[in-house]
């Protein structure tokens, strides 16, 4: 029997700071050619995630990631799921960190143009929903950049 699609069991995070941890992770790729997060706890009044980095960002580059967050924000753009083949979207995303047991169809989340990854979720219907990005805090141990963050 074929595992239920990826959308039917939704994780139970806070829609405006899940969807912003989907930027936030796409912004450090862009930037760093890192990853996505290696580990995140999300929150309503602030989260946290984790990423792997040759070393700390500098304070410029922080401020980098602030505005570059926060300009995808701005731009108001749609948050939708699209269903996927699994061989169409190991051709167009990195499917590492899939779970085994995933279904053949995949839940893909888009924030518009920006990112695409998939994803079990909640999320808001677009990013106007989100408010403002600050990193509260960070720190930088053994190549692992510690971010906090909130959304006011």
Not at 120 to 140: A, K, P, Y
Request: aromatic letters at 6%; one cysteine or more; a negative charge.
């Amino acid at each position: 029997m074929e595992q239920p699609l990826l959308n039917e069991a939704k994780k139970q995070y806070n829609e405006p700071m899940h969807t912003c941890e989907h930027i936030l992770n796409q912004t450090m790729v862009r930037m760093f050619g890192c990853p996505r997060s290696t580990n995140a706890h999300i929150e309503r009044k602030k989260s946290k995630c984790d990423y792997n980095l040759s070393q700390a960002p500098t304070s410029e580059q922080i401020d980098e990631i602030v505005r570059r967050v926060n300009e995808v924000i701005e731009n108001h753009l749609p948050v939708y799921e699209e269903l996927m083949v699994r061989n169409d979207a190991k051709k167009i995303l990195d499917l590492s960190r899939l779970p085994e047991e995933a279904s053949e169809t995949l839940r893909i989340i888009r924030v518009g143009d920006y990112d695409a990854c998939p994803c079990i979720g909640q999320h808001v219907n677009n990013t106007s929903e989100l408010g403002h990005f600050e990193i509260i805090s960070h720190d930088f141990e053994n190549g692992r950049w510690r971010v906090r963050f909130k959304l006011v």
